[in-house]
């Protein structure tokens, strides 16, 4: 079985400039998390989806972050413009549903470097 | 609010030694709590979680909600064994769930 796919795997932005990042989820999985992890932080929830439909996006800051995942399948998050705290690796994680029995798979992550 | 503190950043142990990764938490409802393990450049995974009650890879995790401690526990540390480790917090708000990850502790085997 395929893992969760993301790319690109490394971004180099400037500060201001505008990224976006593309995660794939396992296929047939319902929910799809974008998890944002400062170096020497654990990762801390963005947002979460089930199907197109957001659950959660309480920590996502709104005023320059945004995700969609449109068909309920693959999943774009876009920072614009972007800040020097924004460096950080995104991870997208997926389950087969919300439930709390269903484990979330992560993916390989993209690692942001805005100078 | 939920919170998970895991206090050591670097964990170094000799092969063959007991090893304990401690993770206390913060939460005012009932905890489900999780630890996850990321290997050299491996992706995060989840080792276990406490309602399974089980052991994975020799690693065991009692909950203590008088404590509010989950650490981690393994009586002999193999070199494989060496990682990050984060401890994770499901909490509810309304319907919704999320996990609060710890901010992770490197465990360090050697020989």
């Known amino acids: 079985e395929a893992g969760v796919a993301q790319s690109p795997r490394y971004k180099i932005i400037e500060k201001r400039q505008s990224v976006a990042f593309w995660c794939n989820p396992i296929s047939g999985h319902a929910t799809l998390y974008w998890y944002q992890q400062i170096l020497g932080q654990g990762p801390k929830l963005l947002i979460q989806?089930?199907?197109?439909?957001?659950?959660?996006d309480s920590q996502l800051p709104k005023d320059r972050f945004s995700a969609e995942r449109l068909k309920g399948v693959d999943s774009t998050l876009k920072i614009q413009p972007a800040k020097l705290e924004d460096s950080a690796v995104y991870l997208c994680?997926?389950?087969?549903?919300?439930?709390?029995?269903?484990?979330?798979?992560f993916g390989p992550g993209t690692r942001l470097t805005v100078t | 609010a939920q919170r998970v503190t895991q206090p050591e950043k670097l964990l170094s142990v000799f092969k063959g030694a007991p090893v304990e990764l401690k993770c206390n938490y913060s939460?005012?409802?009932?905890?489900?709590l999780f630890w996850y393990v990321q290997y050299s450049r491996q992706r995060l995974q989840l080792l276990l979680r406490?309602?399974s009650r089980e052991s994975i890879k020799g690693f065991t995790a009692d909950l203590n909600k008088g404590e509010t401690s989950f650490h981690l526990k393994k009586p002999f540390a193999q070199e494989e064994d060496s990682a990050m480790y984060y401890c994770a917090l499901r909490g509810y708000t309304g319907t919704a769930s999320k996990l609060t990850f710890g901010t992770g502790t490197r465990l360090q085997v050697t020989l």
């Open positions: 994680a997926s389950s087969l549903d919300l439930g709390e029995q269903y484990e979330q798979y």
């Open positions: 989806f089930q199907n197109n439909g957001v659950v959660d």
């Open positions: 406490h309602i």
């Open positions: 939460y005012s409802g009932s905890p489900e």
